[in-house]
């Protein structure tokens, strides 16, 4: 295994395999519908494959590769999607959304290059979801109100699974601390990424973690970001403390997207100005596509975050190694 897989000390999950999957229709079901009124967002339906080539598939961190094949009596190749942050800015426009209205969606992805461990898989189930605004609502007070909102459903949905399950006890603070990237290098100029977010994660409960994808005065950045969605000044990370692993839980990462200015400063940054030839990047340009706010909600981790699991394979059905596999049973640790 490629990462440290986490055994807490005589761990037992608290819910049965049936209990769990009843719990997991629940959080879904209700997160989605808290999720939809605070942010006023319709549900819509997306894809699961996309064109390669077509520039609306996510790069991530522009290293990892995408699962592609080709198509009987096609003359292209299709891309299984990473994520949907271009895709549902098109959508918005194609649907002829306004503003203040937004779409979310049952994201599901492949991330081959996914190193699997507690709080990862290759399999990627998100709510990826993004909203209309004006360019005056572009700015950090706007990002922080709407982070404050999804905070809000996510500790509104735990205390409602805590009653229908009450051998649950966990609690989730619903006031996030907002700290910037290199505010927290500063904070902690010898500590790694990681390990910041531990500390701070910690320390308040809720974070949310701001201006990731520049280099930071280390000469390092806090983590990659892709150059063509988040505008790198206004996005961030949501943190939640994890009891169960004693860490911090990435639970969201969402921004204000790239208006026409922060598109052409990005890609020259990251040498990807070619990217300009496609569509989606020319409709940013040109300023045909609406200013958005968006990000994704990891389904299962926050899942195994308010059902108090050790492992995100307790949630979700995946693929794990026979290390992984045979490490679990032995601990307690039941995959699905």
Known sequence: MSRTLIIPENYKSVLTLRETQHAIKYIKDLFQQTLSFALTLDRVTAPLLVRKGSGINDDLNGVERKVEFSIKEMDFEAEAVQSLAKWKRMALYRYGYNEGEGIYTDMNAIRRDDDADNIHSIFVDQWDWEKVISRDKRNIDFLKETVCAI???????????????????????DTPFFITSQE??????????????NIITKKYGTVFIMQIGNVLKSGKKHDGRAPDYD???LNGDLLFWNDVLGNALEISSMGIRVDENSLRSQLKECNAEDRLSFDYHRMIAD???PLTIGGG???????????????IGEVQVSVWNDEMIKTCAENGITLL
Request: with cysteine; aromatic share 6%.
């Open 184 to 197: 927290l290098e500063d904070m902690y100029p010898d500590k790694t990424p990681k390990e910041r977010e």
């Open 297 to 311: 909600i990891g389904q299962s981790r926050l899942c195994m975050l308010l059902l108090e699991k050790a492992h």
């Open 231 to 233: 505008d790198w000044a």
């Open 287 to 289: 300023g045909t596509l």
């Open 151 to 173: 905070v809000k459903a996510v500790a509104f949905t735990k205390r409602k699974v805590n009653l229908r399950y009450p051998q649950l006890n966990g609690t989730v603070c």
